[in-house]
């Protein structure tokens, strides 16, 4: 009897002891679950309070923005004078371009080709090397811009033209365009280029007692092939 009632007093202590340990963590979980709701409760309110402060500066720099505008406008009308300025010197520009209109051009210096008039009225050009040396004349034109046509050939052909050399025994002939190297009638060298279509445009100036210097009137053709063109005047 008296061991059977110490074992129901133990058992009971066992009991109360484990019913108040059960209530001080339930306690417990309370405070940490109202300090946690307290602390989430503060957390929105100052992203509340944040969210309505950016808000508010917002507002204000947009007020502002709106507001700046109204203090840059007040300088336009002191910007109106300075079209006068550019205005007057676009009508003072044209004064200088129409001075050198009357004036006559200046003779071209170098290799060139030179047009001039026969005296029975017609056409001819000479190719000018840049040694101010003539070394080749053109066939006589009935016009101006015929004779212009015949330097616009000698620009297309002289460039692609072989050279058929006559004064050897055995002649290798050539298709045109062509330079004709022979003999003139006092046993010098000279040339002649043929156009495309087999028409003499130029002959050269002068007989070469030696042939390389023929071949060199020929190089300098070729080089002077697109040289300028000058109009010489009538001579009385």
Do not use: W
């Not at 508010?56 to 720099?61: H, L, R, S, V």
């Not at 507001?67 to 044209?94: F, G, L, S, V």
């Amino acid at each position: 009897m008296f061991g059977f009632g110490k074992k129901k007093k133990k058992k009971a202590e066992a009991a109360a002891k484990a019913a108040a340990e059960a209530k001080a963590a339930a306690e417990a979980k309370a405070a940490a679950e109202a300090k946690a709701a307290a602390e989430a409760k503060a957390a929105a309110e100052a992203k509340v309070a944040a969210e309505a402060k950016a808000a508010a500066e917002a507002e204000a720099a947009k007020k502002t923005t709106k507001k700046a505008p109204e203090r840059k406008a007040a300088p336009a009308k002191a910007a109106e004078p300075a079209p006068a300025k550019k205005t007057a010197a676009k009508k003072a520009a044209p004064a200088k371009t129409e001075e050198p209109a009357a004036d006559a051009p200046a003779p071209l210096t170098g290799a060139r080709f030179e047009i001039k008039r026969t005296a029975d009225g017609k056409y001819v050009f000479n190719v000018r090397a840049a040694n101010t040396q003539i070394i080749a004349r053109s066939q006589t034109y009935s016009s101006m811009a015929a004779c212009r046509n015949g330097i616009a050939s000698v620009g297309a052909n002289a460039a692609v033209a072989a050279i058929e050399d006559q004064t050897l025994q055995t002649i290798n002939e050539e298709r045109c365009p062509k330079f004709q190297i022979y003999y003139d009638k006092a046993g010098q060298f000279r040339f002649n280029l043929i156009a495309t279509n087999g028409q003499n445009i130029l002959s050269c100036t002068q007989g070469y007692t030696q042939k390389a210097s023929c071949k060199n009137g020929i190089r300098s053709v070729i080089t002077n092939a697109n040289a300028p063109i000058e109009v010489l005047r009538e001579e009385k």
